[in-house]
């Protein structure tokens, strides 16, 4: 997982055009985005959805075979926990439709980091990632979720 901020985008232009590019789409976007799905390109999308962070949230970690997720609330701010896949238990097996595994029960280190005002994070097919947590309370937050294609 990486953790970032979006002032700091010019150092991903190498790393991969795919990510650039919906990092440049989070830098550039209008908080008053309307909810829904947006194509960025063929390889590149983008979510925005809506939703109350929550202090009792499963440790439900998902992981992705076919996409890098992009996460960044532009409204409000949220934990996301991250441990590595290798070694947990699945809960709910791979499911093509959504290209998502549920693990639970993480053998090593769990790790947090908070989401939001210009933060993002990048999570790769390894990264188990639990989105959705609340901070101090729970809060209505909007966040873009760009699904990057490999």
């Known amino acids: 997982m990486i953790i970032d901020t979006l002032d700091n985008i010019y150092l991903y232009k190498n790393f991969s055009d795919d990510i650039y590019k919906g990092l440049e789409f989070l830098q550039n976007v209008d908080p008053t985005i309307n909810l829904g799905i947006y194509i960025i390109n063929k390889r590149v999308k983008a979510i925005v959805e809506e939703y109350e962070t929550d202090f009792n949230r499963p440790f439900e970690f998902e992981s992705h075979k076919y996409v890098v997720d992009i996460q960044c609330p532009i409204i409000g701010v949220e ?60 809060e209505l937050i909007k966040k873009i979720t760009i699904k990057v294609s490999i």
């Open 79 to 138: 934990r996301v926990f991250w441990s590595p896949i290798v070694g947990m238990d699945i809960k709910t097996p791979y499911n093509e439709n959504y290209d998502c595994t549920i693990f639970v029960n993480p053998n090593s280190q769990i790790l947090s980091a908070d989401i939001g005002n210009r933060v993002f994070a990048i999570m790769f097919e390894n990264d188990g990632h639990s989105p959705k947590h609340c901070i101090k309370s729970s």
